[in-house]
């Protein structure tokens, strides 16, 4: 098999292989976890609501004391250029996601004695097959996940606005660890100060109760770009939206539900700390409708794409790691 061409990435203005764009060990976004991120991905290799998540680095980047230099604009076309130097990587038929990290830069009392164009923001941008990311969601997508409740709960705005896309998630991964042993496969679902359900790991969670899609309600949740369109694509098909404090009690007995994230925009929920989410129908009748509105939206029907991922493991074979199962990614 010929050798890949190697995956580039963005960093400072400068493209180098995707091993060497990464962070000094004495930058802030390390060791404090003051880095800020976005997870895009494309229909067609172009990238959905991009303006969108820029928009969200920028608020974040506000919010978190962060001034990496670049304007909104600089920074797309930054992406876009990114994405036209990787085509060659790609397999035919796969997509990329996208990932924009930017951090503080080093501390300031480390800076002083490292090389000049080590400081200031480190503004990186990579890009990653689809197909590879989480190769399991395909399969699951069509099946229906397990979710578990933690113990482990999210953090509260008082403390980390949620809506701030942030690298300090060791919350987020003490989760997906717990969920792992409590039942291998599931997905982690976390809880507020009070046991109202919030988020997953790396999606937004809704469900379905007598014809009428609930989310939680916004305070200790990321409003994530996937699931402010379904909410729109809801409404404009008459199915009545509501935002709710959602305990156990309502997940376990709703219709039905699910999570949803940027990469597989749309997960069914088959079952919660074992039990079975109403019918067992996966997906249910509403979920299938926003599934297949989003699927009219972008062009593609993008379950039905997930499935045709799968046979593109091959083409990437060895030249690439598999990331861990579940890493808090991309709402």
């Given at each position: 098999?010929?050798?890949?061409?190697?995956?580039?990435?963005?960093?400072?203005?400068?493209?180098?292989?995707?091993?060497?764009?990464?962070?000094?060990?004495?930058?802030?976004?390390?060791?404090?976890?003051?880095?800020?991120f976005e997870y895009t991905r494309t229909f067609n290799l172009k990238p959905?609501?991009?303006?969108?998540?820029?928009?969200?680095?920028?608020?974040?980047?506000?919010?978190?004391?962060?001034?990496?230099?670049?304007?909104?604009?600089?920074?797309?076309?930054?992406?876009?250029?990114?994405?036209?130097?990787?085509?060659?990587?790609?397999?035919?038929?796969?997509?990329?996601?996208?990932?924009?990290?930017?951090?503080?830069?080093?501390?300031?009392?480390?800076?002083?004695?490292?090389?000049?164009?080590?400081?200031?923001?480190?503004?990186?941008?990579?890009?990653?097959?689809?197909?590879?990311?989480?190769?399991?969601?395909?399969?699951?997508?069509?099946?229906?996940?397990?979710?578990?409740?933690?113990?482990?709960?999210?953090?509260?705005?008082?403390?980390?606005?949620?809506?701030?896309?942030?690298?300090?998630?060791?919350?987020?991964?003490?989760?997906?660890?717990?969920?792992?042993?409590?039942?291998?496969?599931?997905?982690?679902?976390?809880?507020?100060?009070?046991?109202y359900i919030t988020e997953g790991t790396s999606s937004n969670f809704m469900?379905?109760?007598?014809?009428?899609?609930?989310?939680?309600?916004?305070?200790?949740?990321?409003?994530?770009?996937?699931?402010?369109?379904?909410?729109?694509?809801?409404?404009?098909?008459?199915?009545?939206?509501?935002?709710?404090?959602?305990?156990?009690?309502?997940?376990?007995?709703?219709?039905?539900?699910?999570?949803?994230?940027?990469?597989?925009?749309?997960?069914?929920?088959?079952?919660?700390?074992?039990?079975?989410?109403?019918?067992?129908?996966?997906?249910?009748?509403?979920?299938?409708?926003?599934?297949?509105?989003?699927?009219?939206?972008?062009?593609?029907?993008?379950?039905?794409?997930?499935?045709?991922?799968?046979?593109?493991?091959?083409?990437?074979?060895?030249?690439?790691?598999?990331?861990?199962?579940?890493?808090?990614?991309?709402?």
């Open positions: 098999m010929d050798s890949q061409p190697v995956r580039l990435g963005y960093v400072n203005g400068s493209y180098v292989p995707e091993t060497q764009s990464g962070v000094s060990i004495f930058d802030y976004g390390l060791l404090y976890g003051q880095t800020v959905f609501r991009l303006d969108k998540h820029i928009e969200r680095i920028f608020n974040s980047m506000k919010y978190s004391g962060i001034n990496c230099g670049m304007s909104p604009d600089e920074l797309t076309a930054a992406t876009l250029d990114t994405i036209d130097k990787n085509l060659p990587t790609l397999a035919d038929g796969d997509e990329f996601t996208i990932w924009h990290n930017i951090t503080a830069g080093l501390r300031d009392d480390y800076a002083q004695f490292l090389p000049k164009n080590m400081s200031g923001p480190r503004i990186l941008i990579n890009v990653f097959p689809l197909s590879i990311t989480r190769p399991w969601v395909w399969e699951q997508q069509q099946e229906g996940a397990p979710a578990v409740i933690t113990h482990q709960r999210s953090t509260p705005a008082h403390l980390l606005d949620p809506k701030v896309k942030n690298r300090s998630r060791l919350y987020y991964r003490l989760a997906e660890i717990e969920a792992a042993r409590t039942k291998p496969g599931s997905i982690a679902l976390l809880t507020d100060q009070d046991g469900l379905v109760k007598d014809g009428q899609l609930v989310s939680p309600r916004p305070k200790n949740i990321l409003r994530g770009v996937t699931r402010a369109v379904l909410i729109d694509i809801a409404q404009s098909l008459g199915v009545p939206f509501v935002e709710d404090d959602i305990d156990k009690y309502d997940a376990i007995t709703a219709d039905e539900a699910f999570f949803c994230s940027t990469s597989y925009i749309i997960m069914p929920v088959k079952s919660l700390d074992e039990h079975i989410i109403g019918d067992g129908q996966i997906p249910g009748a509403i979920t299938k409708k926003l599934a297949d509105g989003f699927s009219d939206l972008v062009g593609i029907d993008f379950m039905s794409q997930g499935r045709e991922l799968t046979g593109l493991s091959d083409f990437y074979a060895g030249s690439v790691q598999v990331p861990d199962a579940h890493m808090a990614t991309d709402a």
